[in-house]
């Protein structure tokens, strides 16, 4: 797992975050791994009850773009992240979008582990949009190794991405307290 920073400033994301509320969401968004378990022990094939909301920006199921503005907009932001990547951990990324999506976690939203793409050279990239954001907060972003033994513990700034491989079992959780904002991230998934 990689952390590159600066990939936003403050004042961009306050904007970017206020146009993205205004967008077309759904509320039954849900990340599980059906048949799973978690360290509790809680199975979640039925997710029901535990969904957060969703805007789809390019759609994994159609390839269709969704919002050509907005699909711009974070395409543009890719080779800004791609070369802090390859300068800080010298990984080139793909650079086909498959699939680009944000999603709003409220607290109490609960994530399973899951997998984005079963592609091994394919990369998940998860930016934090909301325009602040405090570590006691919570928000923690789970995360196993290539083989999807060890799960670890990340924490990024606003305007940070987090870059995995899409294959790896992963999930971010949201707010632990009540939080002036949503904790919104957008993810991409990069195909070769």
């Known amino acids: 797992m990689m952390i590159v920073?600066?990939?936003?400033?403050?004042?961009?994301?306050?904007?970017?975050?206020?146009?993205?509320?205004?967008?077309d969401w759904y509320l039954s968004r849900g990340s599980i791994t059906a048949g799973k378990q978690n360290k509790y022990g809680e199975n979640f094939i039925?997710?029901?009850?535990?969904?957060?909301?969703?805007?789809?920006?390019?759609?994994?199921?159609?390839?269709?773009?969704?919002?050509?503005?907005?699909y711009n907009y974070f395409e543009s932001l890719l080779p800004k992240i791609s070369d802090k990547c390859?300068?800080?951990?010298?990984?080139?990324l793909p650079t086909n979008i498959f699939r680009l999506d944000i999603v709003a976690k409220q607290r109490g939203a609960r994530v399973q582990l899951h997998k984005d793409h079963g592609n091994p050279n394919a990369y998940s990239l998860i930016g934090l949009?909301?325009?602040?954001?405090?570590?006691?907060?919570?928000?923690?972003?789970?995360?196993?190794?290539?083989?999807?033994n060890s799960t670890n513990i990340a924490y990024h700034n606003p305007g940070s991405f987090l870059i995995l491989k899409s294959n790896t079992l992963h999930n971010g959780m949201g707010p632990k307290v009540d939080t002036p904002y949503w904790r919104m991230i957008i993810n991409y998934v990069l195909l070769p």
Do not use: A, C
Request: proline share 3%; glycine share 8%.
């Open 5 to 23: 920073d600066n990939i936003l400033n403050k004042e961009e994301l306050l904007d970017l975050y206020k146009k993205m509320l205004d967008r």
């Open 86 to 92: 390859f300068k800080k951990y010298g990984i080139k």
């Open 129 to 148: 949009l909301t325009p602040e954001w405090k570590k006691k907060w919570g928000g923690d972003f789970y995360y196993t190794d290539e083989h999807n």
């Open 46 to 70: 039925n997710n029901k009850g535990h969904t957060f909301p969703g805007y789809v920006i390019k759609s994994q199921k159609s390839g269709k773009i969704i919002n050509n503005e907005d």
